[in-house]
């Protein structure tokens, strides 16, 4: 509350200058202004990263309107007047604009376009203070009860508190348009320029010890009523500086590290101004920060270059201890080069390619899809080697990270039977998993930073590349098998001649023995690395009973086959099942929110694997009743 | 003698085994949401049977997993000739046989406690997290020597009695978690309060908690031998040991705590260490500084960290996690285990594994070679 007070306080004291409409700047001043490294969770990331996770939280979209993130956060950061207009603040509840009473179908004056979903700082105005009494009732309201509009109200005022707070990063270097300064004494005092008739808190602190020296001149004084006008003004001045410091102080853009080789702390610029060592170096840099922000104002975009790259070296200076200060740029150029968005688009392109080999059994069709495949996979590779690089880890440390690397498991699978039968049926499934899997990466890389520092007990690439690696292997074994179960089963249903049958039935089998081998070493060795860390091998934990689940329903499948309990219709239906299985391990138990490896879940996420379990059951249910009639109606 | 092996070998036996241990699985997994992992592992893992819903006996984890063993024992050794042509599918059972026997030695003779130890502070001992015991010793505060009993041995009925000494003990009630009553909040007072450290006059059973840790076990003793006491009642809530005035003279002290281990060192924490990623609450690191005596004169400095233990003569210490008092003293708390066959998993997993893949590139490799044939 204080801070939302003190926020709407200085609304009032920063300047608006609504008319301008920035012209972008050139690219690679762009680019020096996203690779300016800064703290964000525990982890130093270049300012694209933070702009892209902010953007995301609060809009849902890495863009705005075709606007990169950090061109928004820039704007938002030097120029914020210019965002207030901007829809990015998503809601998914229009019930929460109704109890902030805030209309949802009208444009307000000003505001740069209407959205459905998405609505601007304009627009939330009128209902601000409603939606911080919404967040507060909610608040108190058990996390387990709270209701949908009640979690909502949390999200979207917790996203409009940092919005306003980013906004106020760089006030110490916007003018103070309300502070007028005509007393000839104290301009005198304070060495203003005639001219100048508006003043940053940066020009206030440069003149502080002038202002000192009027106020110790005050002090010195037995009345107060003796006290000259200009002498009045000085304490005014001093009170709103000290005011001001406090109330902008710890504001979420730790942009500038404190101590040098020293500890990672990092500072917003407003805190480093005033650091209490006196760390004459780290305030240069905050006055640096302060010209940036100015220049990028005054569209002085050598300026802005040129302060960029200043800050980037002052920061990577002080931390070269720290692996990723030095990396803010290859993460940069990460973020840009979109290896996985690209890589979509050419599993696309090979997938209809290899359903048009399939479906018209044309060779060049079939032989055409390898090029699109051979880019797309060079993508995939590309984005996970980068990943690796960034992070200094395995290529899963996260449940995003698990649907890339399963995503092209499935897919090196898949091209391994398309080398052997060469019928573009590898080349079908395989895109169409790596396809979907990016796509759910996609969904997953919404939740927040991806590569996150991971917590203690994870910290061990050796088991990260053993243990998780085998087991996600597995996962994609047992996948990609059920992949061509699924097929199995259509083809037979529509009747397809033995030949082709056995096309699929012979790496469905072969895919299922992979997945399990790998299932069952990587649920071990997670039994020998909790053996490592917890001293003991098997606690029946979710995570380890779900990979458990893999193993053992593809174990009875196996069994059953040989003793004859089932025959090829029964296999097929299990690899299905085993697809359902891989999606209890490596979803299902999350939900539960039980033990060692639970993580966080969405109720969308929820409902899509619930609705994922609902299909699989009408997919089995519908072909193998088909199956039946068809069988039943030959034999007649 | 021949039929009934072949009858515990089948494959069918099998597949009903691992289809069972398969919604086993499930169901404890899913158990586990509103009871905790301690009442499911007990239910459907640890059990030989169990109810389902409510009242159907159904053939717990241990049971299923017992049969697989004599299953995959028999199966070995009706199908060991047909095993040397299939090599993968030998190593994959004796993989699993050595898994089964590892795992029920574990669960025989593991040890699992802990040490919490402040800075400056050292042990020789281990405290269990879930077992108890009644001690037994001649002095107030003694730390050493006792004797003890263990509280998961004693029934209702059971008698027992200590070395050196003519008291003898008859258990009247005991129970893994209960709560103490006092005669405040009885409406009619028994006629004979028993001897209770905490002011208990009886105890009365609860539901049992989410997490073994959280139980506090309560026991009501006869007494035989001694003057000042009858009946005992001995509780987690005592705070001092009950005192025995024996008939033959002199006097003896009884309490109900968690099970103490002996170590085969004396370990002393030096320093603990915590660091967390910057401006965040998500720990780094965390590690314990310690000196581990082994005799008079042998003494050396040892590193205990996240997936790093310490080990020693079959026991393991492992840094498990750490606590802050008020007055922000730290401790550091270190899991310990002995466990004599922990490589036995470790084994097995390898052989399974690589008869796995051995099997299954044969099979592939069988079929490809029969397609090419056919072709």
């Keep these: 509350m204080k801070f939302l007070i003190a926020l709407l306080i200085l609304l009032g004291l920063s300047s608006c200058s609504s008319e301008k409409v920035s012209p972008t700047p050139p690219t690679r001043t762009l680019r020096k202004v996203a690779e300016i490294p800064l703290l964000h969770d525990g982890r130093v990331m270049p300012l694209d990263t933070f702009s892209r996770l ?210 990672s702390i990092w500072t917003p610029p407003l805190d ?63 973020n840009r080069a979109n290896y996985f968005g690209k890589a ?80 573009g049926l590898g080349l079908f499934t395989g895109s169409f998993v790596a396809l979907t899997f990016l796509f759910v990466a996609d969904r997953f890389g919404a939740e927040g930073d991806t590569m996150h520092k991971v917590v203690a007990v994870l910290a061990s690439n050796f088991w990260l590349s053993t243990h998780v690696l085998a087991v996600t292997t597995g996962y994609a074994g047992v996948w990609i098998a059920g992949i061509f179960g699924h097929i199995w089963l259509v083809l037979k249903f529509l009747g397809k001649d033995k030949q082709t049958l056995e096309n699929v039935r012979l790496p469905m089998e072969g895919l299922l023995g992979f997945g399990l081998t790998f299932a069952f070493l990587g649920t071990m060795l997670g039994g020998v690395w909790a053996d490592q860390s917890w001293g003991r091998f098997w606690g029946w934990d979710p995570k380890e009973n779900g990979a458990l689940l893999i193993v053992l329903w593809t174990a ?40 060692l490896h639970s993580y966080g879940f969405t109720n969308a996420m929820a409902a899509g694997f619930f609705g994922y379990i609902a299909f699989e059951a009408l997919f089995l249910v519908a072909v193998l009743t088909g199956i039946r009639f068809k069988q039943a109606g030959v034999g007649e | 003698m021949k039929i009934s092996i072949r009858h515990f070998a089948s494959i069918k036996l099998t597949v009903f085994c691992l289809f069972w241990l398969t919604v086993l699985t499930f169901w404890g997994t899913v158990h586990q949401v509103d009871h905790g992992i301690y009442q499911a592992q007990e239910r459907f893992f640890n059990s030989m049977f169990f109810l389902g819903f409510g009242f159907i006996p159904l053939p717990g984890a241990m049971l299923v997993m017992g049969v697989l063993f004599v299953n995959l024992m028999g199966s070995f050794l009706v199908h060991y000739q047909a095993g ?74 059971k008698t027992f009695q200590f070395r050196d000494s003519e008291l003898r003990f008859r258990v009247m009630e005991v129970y893994p978690h209960a709560e103490g009553i006092t005669a405040e ?81 004396f370990m002393e924490l030096n320093e603990f260490r915590r660091s967390y990623y910057p401006g965040t609450e998500v720990a780094q690191d965390y590690r314990s500084l310690i000196t581990v005596r082994l005799g008079e004169d042998i003494s050396r400095e040892v590193v205990i960290k996240m997936n790093e233990p310490f080990r020693l003569n079959g026991w393991t210490f492992y840094q498990q996690s750490f606590a802050v008092t008020d007055d922000n003293s730290e401790m550091s708390v270190f899991a310990v285990t002995r466990n004599f066959g922990r490589l036995v998993p470790y084994w097995a997993t390898g052989i399974t594994s690589l008869g796995l893949a051995m099997h299954f590139l044969q099979v592939q490799w069988m079929q490809l070679r029969r397609r090419r044939k056919r072709a």
């Excluded at chain 1, 509840?93 to 609505?119: I, N, W, Y």
């Excluded at chain 1, 005014?236 to 500086?241: D, G, I, Q, V, Y």
């Excluded at chain 1, 060079?378 to 995003?400: I, K």
């Design chain 2, 185 to 265: 909040s009885l409406q009619t007072p028994p006629t004979m309060a028993p001897e209770s450290a905490a002011g208990f006059v009886a105890i009365q059973p609860l539901p049992k908690m989410k997490t073994p840790e959280d139980h506090t076990p309560a026991i009501r003793l006869q007494v035989e031998g001694a003057t000042n006491a009858e009946q005992l009642i001995l509780t987690p809530r005592d705070q001092r040991p009950m005192g025995l005035e024996l008939e033959e003279g002199g006097g003896r002290f009884v309490m109900l705590r968690r099970k103490r281990y002996e170590l085969p060192l």
């Design chain 1, 344 to 423: 979509k688009v050419y599993y696309l392109l090979t997938f209809f390619l290899a359903l048009g080999a399939l479906l018209s059994g044309a060779r060049v069709l079939r032989l055409t899809a390898w090029a699109p495949l051979a880019v797309g996979l060079l993508m995939h590779v590309t984005g996970l080697g980068w990943r690796m690089f960034l992070t200094a880890r395995p290529p899963v440390t996260n449940l995003y990270g698990t649907f890339l690397f399963v995503g092209l498991i499935c897919l090196l699978l898949s091209l391994l039977v398309e080398a052997f039968q060469k019928n």
């Design chain 1, 54 to 263: 902010h953007l995301l939280q609060f809009s849902g979209r890495k863009t705005f309107d075709g606007e990169p993130a950090v061109l928004w956060m820039a704007r938002v950061l030097f120029e914020p007047e210019t965002t207030d207009s901007d829809p990015v603040f998503l809601i998914n509840h229009p019930e929460l604009l109704d109890a902030m009473g805030v209309e949802r179908g009208e444009k307000v004056p000003g505001e740069r376009k209407l959205s459905t979903r998405r609505f601007s700082f304009t627009h939330l105005r009128p209902g601000i203070m409603k939606l911080e009494e919404l967040a507060q009732q909610a608040q108190q309201v058990d996390p387990e009860e709270r209701g949908l509009v009640e979690k909502e109200a949390l999200r979207v005022y917790s996203n409009v508190l940092t919005y306003r707070a980013l906004y106020q990063v760089f006030a110490y270097a916007r003018d103070l348009t309300e502070l007028r300064l005509e007393d000839p004494e104290i301009r005198e005092a304070l060495g203003l320029e005639p001219d100048q008739r508006t003043y940053t808190f940066l020009d206030l602190k440069a003149r502080a010890p002038a202002l000192a020296d009027i106020m110790k001149r005050a002090q010195a004084k037995e009345d107060p009523a003796e006290w000259t006008e200009a002498e009045q003004v000085a304490f005014t001045l001093a009170r709103m500086m000290f005011m001001f410091r406090q109330n902008l102080s710890n504001l979420p853009l730790n942009l500038l590290p404190g101590a040098p080789h020293g500890d």
């Design chain 1, 556 to 595: 009875v499948v196996y069994h059953a086959k040989v003793a004859g309990m089932i025959r090829e219709i029964g296999m097929a239906a299990g690899t299905v099942i085993g697809c359902v299985m891989v999606m209890m391990a490596w979803l299902g138990v999350n939900l539960l929110g039980v033990g």
């Design chain 2, 84 to 157: 040397w042509r299939m090599p993968g599918l030998m190593l994959i059972h004796i993989g699993l046989i050595m898994m089964l026997l590892g795992g029920f030695f574990t669960k025989v003779t593991g040890i699992e406690a802990t040490v919490s130890l402040f800075e400056g502070e050292g042990r020789n001992v281990a405290v269990s997290r879930t077992e108890w015991e009644i001690s037994f010793s001649d002095e107030l505060h003694a730390v050493q020597p006792y004797q003890a009993v263990d509280l998961s041995d004693l029934r209702k009925g």
């Design chain 1, 272 to 334: 480093a101004l005033h650091n209490p060592e006196g760390d004459r170096l780290l305030i240069q840099a905050a006055e640096q920060a302060g010209e940036l922000s100015r220049a990028w104002a005054e569209r002085d975009w050598k300026t802005v270059s040129e302060k960029a790259d200043q800050i980037t070296e002052f920061s990577r200076g002080r931390m070269d201890h720290v692996r990723e200060t030095a990396l803010t740029g290859a993460e940069a150029r990460f």
